[in-house]
C-alpha cells in the first residue's frame, strides 16, 4: 500500500524546478518542498509520532507551517491545525481531548503551552515562527531529507478540524485521506486548475478555506502560489498581476469593491476569482463584475464535508446562489425535522452525501450519529433551496450560528461566559449585519439584580477566555430578553431589532 494522498501530489517528484509557494523574496519549489517535508517526517518519527497520532499546531502562517501539514500525511498522523487566536484556555481544551503527540506553536506562546502541556501530561511544545525559524526547524534541519513515505489508505485518518457546536463543546472533525484527496481532484477539476496556475493566498491557514481548498487543489494540479500572510488592500493590488486566481472570504471581495485600484486593468491577469465560508450578497458580485468584468465563482463548503457546491466555470455564475452540487456528490433538501425529502422548490435542510464527507466527529459517536442519516447523508444545518435549474441556495441557518469574516462564532458558547460574569442575570448573542464582516457579534444582556455592569466591563472579562474574533462588537443592556410561549429567546426577533446597528 502508498501513501493514499501523497500519491495524488506527484508534483513534489515531478516537477522539481517548479516554485511551489513563494513568500516575499523566498521560492520554495516543489523539490524544496519534498525534501524539507522529508525531514520533518524524519523528526515526526523520531519523536515517536505514530500512524493515527494528532498533530497540534498553532503557529502564524508560513511555509513551514504547509511543510509541516505534508510531513504530517508523509508520516501517517493526523494535523490539528487550530486557530492563532486562540486563547490558552480554549486550547486547555483541544489539547485534552485530541492528545496529541507532538505539539508546536509559535515561540511567543512556548511557556503558556509548555505549562498546558505538563498539566495534561502532554509532551512539551516545539515552536516555529512566522518567519519558519523555531526548534523544529532547527531540529529538523539536521535531519535527511529522504523519508518513505508510511503507507496510509483511502479511509485512514488525514487531519482533524475542530468545529464549534450549537451544544457548545467543540468537535473534532475527523477527515479522511480520500475526503481530503476526492475533493482537490474535483476543485482541480472543476475551476480547471492546472501547472500553469498561481493562486494568490492570502487567507489564513488552520481552517479548510485556506489550508484544503487552496492548498491542496495547488498540491494536485503542481501549480504555483503566492503566499501573504494575512489580507492586506496593497499586497493584494500589487500582486494581483503575477496571479491566474484568487480566493477569498466575501470580506476580501467587500473590501476590494470599496477600493478605487479595483479596476479591469488590475484584475486582467485573473482567470478565476472563487468565494466562500460565508454568503457573498448578490451586490458585492454584481459590483464586482461591473468593475473588472469577473463573474466571483461562488462555492459552498463545510470543515465536516470539504466543498459540497460551486457555480459552473462556463455557464452562468448566478448570484446569491452556491452553484450545483460538484461531480460525485449529491445534495437533497429535506425536512428538518423528520428527514422526509421537501417538494422541489421548497426550502429545507440541505444535507449532502459523497467521498467529501469526513468519517464523525473525534471520540463522540453520539454526536455523530445524530448528524448523519440512516442512508449516509450528512445533516449540514444549512437550510436551502434548489431551483428549477439546479442552482442551490443558502437561505438561513437551522444552526444558531454566527459568521464574522468568515469564521464561525457558536452563540451559546460566547453566551455561556458572558453568563458567568459576575453582574450579569442573562444573555442572548446574535449576529447582525456588518458591512466588512458579514456578521457581527453583538451581546443582549440582562443586569443582575441591583448591578450596574457595563459594556467594558464585559469584554474585559471576556479577555484572555475568548479569541478576540468571538467577542461582542458591541454589547447592549436590555430589561428582559424577548422570550416566546415556551420560554425561548427570540432571536429573531433581537436580530431585526438591532439589524441597522453598523449600517454603512
Ligand atoms: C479579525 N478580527 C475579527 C475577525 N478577524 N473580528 C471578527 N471577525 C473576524 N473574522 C478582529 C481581530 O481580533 C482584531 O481585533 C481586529 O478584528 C483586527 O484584526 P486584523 O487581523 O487586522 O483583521 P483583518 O486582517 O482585517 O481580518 C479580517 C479577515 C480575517 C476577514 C481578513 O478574519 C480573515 O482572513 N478571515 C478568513 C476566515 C477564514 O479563512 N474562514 C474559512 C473557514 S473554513 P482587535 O480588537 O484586537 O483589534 C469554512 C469552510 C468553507 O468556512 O466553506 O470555506
Ligand atoms: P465551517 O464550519 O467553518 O466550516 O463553516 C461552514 C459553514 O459556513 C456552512 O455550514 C455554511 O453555513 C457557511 N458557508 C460556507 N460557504 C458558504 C457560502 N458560500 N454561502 C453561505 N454560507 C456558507
Given at each position: 500500500?502508498?501513501?493514499?494522498?501523497?500519491?495524488?501530489?506527484?508534483?513534489?517528484?515531478?516537477?522539481?524546478?517548479?516554485?511551489?509557494?513563494?513568500?516575499?523574496?523566498?521560492?520554495?519549489?516543489?523539490?524544496?518542498?519534498?525534501?524539507?517535508?522529508?525531514?520533518?517526517?524524519?523528526?515526526?518519527?523520531?519523536?515517536?509520532?505514530?500512524?493515527?497520532?494528532?498533530?497540534?499546531?498553532q503557529?502564524?502562517?508560513?511555509?513551514?507551517?504547509?511543510?509541516?501539514?505534508?510531513?504530517?500525511?508523509?508520516?501517517?498522523?493526523?494535523?490539528?491545525?487550530l486557530?492563532?487566536?486562540y486563547t490558552l484556555t480554549e486550547l486547555e481544551y483541544f489539547l485534552?481531548?485530541?492528545?496529541?503527540?507532538?505539539?508546536?506553536?509559535?515561540?511567543?506562546?512556548?511557556?503558556?503551552v509548555?505549562?498546558l502541556?505538563?498539566?495534561?501530561?502532554?509532551?512539551?511544545?516545539?515552536?516555529?515562527?512566522?518567519?519558519?525559524?523555531?526548534?523544529?526547524?532547527?531540529?529538523?534541519?539536521?535531519?535527511?531529507?529522504?523519508?518513505?513515505?508510511?503507507?496510509?489508505?483511502?479511509?485512514?485518518?488525514?487531519?482533524?478540524?475542530?468545529?464549534?457546536?450549537?451544544?457548545?463543546?467543540?468537535?473534532?472533525?475527523?477527515?479522511?485521506?480520500?475526503?481530503?484527496?476526492?475533493?482537490?481532484?474535483?476543485?482541480?477539476?472543476?475551476?480547471?486548475?492546472?501547472?500553469?496556475?498561481?493562486?494568490?493566498?492570502?487567507?489564513?491557514?488552520?481552517?479548510?478555506?485556506?489550508?484544503?481548498?487552496?492548498?491542496?487543489?495547488?498540491?494536485?494540479?503542481?501549480?504555483?502560489?503566492?503566499?501573504?500572510?494575512?489580507?492586506?488592500?496593497?499586497?493584494?493590488?500589487?500582486?494581483?498581476?503575477?496571479?491566474?486566481?484568487?480566493?477569498?472570504?466575501?470580506?476580501?471581495?467587500?473590501?476590494?469593491?470599496?477600493?478605487?485600484?479595483?479596476?479591469?486593468?488590475?484584475?486582467?491577469?485573473?482567470?478565476?476569482?472563487?468565494?466562500?465560508?460565508?454568503?457573498?450578497?448578490?451586490?458585492?458580485?454584481?459590483?464586482?463584475?461591473?468593475?473588472?468584468?469577473?463573474?466571483?465563482?461562488?462555492?459552498?463548503?463545510?470543515?465536516?464535508?470539504?466543498?459540497?457546491?460551486?457555480?459552473?466555470?462556463?455557464?452562468?455564475?448566478?448570484?446569491?446562489?452556491?452553484?450545483?452540487?460538484?461531480?460525485?456528490?449529491?445534495?437533497?433538501?429535506?425536512?428538518?425535522?423528520?428527514?422526509?425529502?421537501?417538494?422541489?422548490?421548497?426550502?429545507?435542510?440541505?444535507?449532502?452525501?459523497?467521498?467529501?464527507?469526513?468519517?464523525?466527529?473525534?471520540?463522540?459517536?453520539?454526536?455523530?450519529?445524530?448528524?448523519?442519516?440512516?442512508?449516509?447523508?450528512?445533516?449540514?444545518?444549512?437550510?436551502?433551496?434548489?431551483?428549477?435549474?439546479?442552482?442551490?441556495?443558502?437561505?438561513?441557518?437551522?444552526?444558531?450560528?454566527?459568521?464574522?469574516?468568515?469564521?464561525?462564532?457558536?452563540?451559546?458558547?460566547?453566551?455561556?461566559?458572558?453568563?458567568?460574569?459576575?453582574?450579569?442575570?442573562?444573555?442572548?448573542?446574535?449576529?447582525?449585519?456588518?458591512?466588512?464582516?458579514?456578521?457581527?457579534?453583538?451581546?443582549?444582556?440582562?443586569?443582575?439584580?441591583?448591578?450596574?455592569?457595563?459594556?467594558?466591563?464585559?469584554?474585559?472579562?471576556?479577555?484572555?477566555?475568548?479569541?478576540?474574533?468571538?467577542?461582542?462588537?458591541?454589547?447592549?443592556?436590555?430589561?428582559?430578553?424577548?422570550?416566546?410561549?415556551?420560554?425561548?429567546?427570540?432571536?429573531?426577533?433581537?436580530?431585526?431589532?438591532?439589524?441597522?446597528?453598523?449600517?454603512?
Amino acid at each position: 500500500m502508498t501513501n493514499h494522498l501523497m500519491r495524488h501530489f506527484p508534483a513534489l517528484r515531478e516537477r522539481a524546478a517548479t516554485p511551489f509557494i513563494t513568500a516575499g523574496e523566498r521560492i520554495i519549489s516543489y523539490a524544496d518542498a519534498a525534501d524539507q517535508s522529508g525531514r520533518i517526517a524524519n523528526l515526526l518519527i523520531a519523536q515517536g509520532v505514530a500512524p493515527g497520532d494528532r498533530v497540534a499546531v498553532q503557529v502564524e502562517k508560513s511555509v513551514e507551517m504547509i511543510l509541516l501539514y505534508l510531513a504530517c500525511v508523509r508520516a501517517g498522523a493526523a494535523l490539528l491545525p487550530l486557530n492563532t487566536a486562540y486563547t490558552l484556555t480554549e486550547l486547555e481544551y483541544f489539547l485534552g481531548d485530541a492528545e496529541p503527540a507532538m505539539i508546536v506553536c509559535g515561540p511567543e506562546r512556548e511557556a503558556g503551552v509548555k505549562a498546558l502541556a505538563d498539566k495534561l501530561g502532554l509532551p512539551a511544545p516545539m515552536t516555529l515562527d512566522s518567519d519558519g525559524l523555531g526548534t523544529l526547524s532547527a531540529r529538523a534541519g539536521g535531519l535527511a531529507p529522504d523519508f518513505t513515505d508510511v503507507a496510509r489508505g483511502p479511509d485512514d485518518l488525514a487531519a482533524i478540524l475542530y468545529t464549534s457546536g450549537t451544544t457548545g463543546r467543540s468537535k473534532g472533525a475527523m477527515l479522511t485521506h480520500e475526503n481530503l484527496a476526492s475533493n482537490a481532484r474535483t476543485l482541480r477539476d472543476y475551476w480547471r486548475f492546472t501547472a500553469q496556475d498561481v493562486l494568490l493566498h492570502a487567507l489564513p491557514v488552520f481552517h479548510s478555506h485556506g489550508l484544503f481548498v487552496a492548498i491542496n487543489t495547488t498540491l494536485v494540479a503542481g501549480s504555483s502560489m503566492i503566499f501573504l500572510p494575512r489580507f492586506d488592500a496593497d499586497d493584494v493590488f500589487r500582486l494581483l498581476p503575477q496571479a491566474t486566481t484568487m480566493m477569498g472570504v466575501p470580506t476580501f471581495y467587500t473590501r476590494m469593491v470599496g477600493d478605487p485600484r479595483l479596476t479591469r486593468e488590475a484584475a486582467a491577469h485573473i482567470r478565476l476569482f472563487v468565494s466562500g465560508s460565508a454568503p457573498l450578497l448578490a451586490e458585492t458580485h454584481r459590483q464586482f463584475l461591473a468593475m473588472t468584468g469577473h463573474a466571483i465563482l461562488e462555492r459552498y463548503g463545510m470543515t465536516e464535508t470539504n466543498m459540497n457546491t460551486s457555480n459552473p466555470y462556463d455557464g452562468e455564475r448566478r448570484p446569491g446562489t452556491v452553484g450545483f452540487p460538484l461531480p460525485g456528490i449529491q445534495a437533497r433538501i429535506c425536512d428538518p425535522d423528520g428527514g422526509a425529502p421537501c417538494p422541489d422548490g421548497t426550502i429545507g435542510m440541505i444535507e449532502v452525501k459523497g467521498p467529501n464527507v469526513f468519517t464523525g466527529y473525534w471520540r463522540m459517536p453520539e454526536k455523530t450519529a445524530a448528524e448523519f442519516r440512516s442512508d449516509g447523508f450528512f445533516i449540514t444545518g444549512d437550510l436551502g433551496i434548489i431551483d428549477a435549474d439546479g442552482y442551490v441556495s443558502i437561505v438561513g441557518r437551522g444552526k444558531d450560528l454566527v459568521i464574522s469574516g468568515g469564521y464561525n462564532i457558536y452563540p451559546i458558547e460566547i453566551e455561556s461566559e458572558i453568563d458567568a460574569i459576575d453582574g450579569v442575570a442573562e444573555s442572548a448573542v446574535i449576529g447582525v449585519p456588518h458591512p466588512d464582516l458579514g456578521e457581527a457579534v453583538v451581546a443582549v444582556v440582562v443586569r443582575a439584580p441591583g448591578t450596574n455592569i457595563d459594556g467594558e466591563a464585559i469584554i474585559a472579562a471576556l479577555d484572555g477566555r475568548l479569541a478576540r474574533f468571538k467577542q461582542p462588537r458591541r454589547v447592549i443592556f436590555v430589561d428582559e430578553l424577548p422570550r416566546n410561549t415556551m420560554a425561548k429567546v427570540q432571536k429573531q426577533r433581537l436580530r431585526e431589532e438591532h439589524k441597522a446597528m453598523f449600517a454603512a
